[in-house]
């Protein structure tokens, strides 16, 4: 069965309309809440460089007036160079990605 993940970045500026495109935001620590459906908030990002880095912090949310679907938690990234970066949510072989581009 699939799942639905939701973010909402709260930091950096958006620089392309059709894509998750960021400028402002390296050497930022970059909030992040997360939305999912599939009840979990295991999460990990891929850095461009390859490396697998963990959250600064993760804290659910008990309450929310952002209406999506499913368990709500934010989270804080360091955010140390440009190109694409892949937050993971979920087990190593099952979940959901979201992907961005870090221009500045």
């Known amino acids: ?41 295991l999460t990990s990002a891929t850095a461009p460089d390859g490396t697998v880095r963990q959250p600064v912090w993760q804290q659910g949310h008990s309450g929310s007036n952002w209406e999506r679907p499913g368990n709500e938690w934010g989270t804080g990234w360091q955010i140390t160079e440009p190109g694409c970066w892949r ?7 099952k979940g959901a990605d979201l992907w961005f581009r870090v221009v500045s």
Do not use: D, P
Request: aromatic residues 8%; proline residues 0%.
């Open 1 to 41: 069965m699939g799942g639905q993940l939701w973010a909402l970045f709260f930091h950096g500026t958006r620089t392309s309309e059709t894509g998750a495109s960021f400028a402002g935001i390296v050497a930022e620590e970059l909030k992040l809440v997360l939305k999912s459906t599939a009840g979990t908030t």
């Open 87 to 93: 937050i993971h949510v979920g087990a190593k072989t």
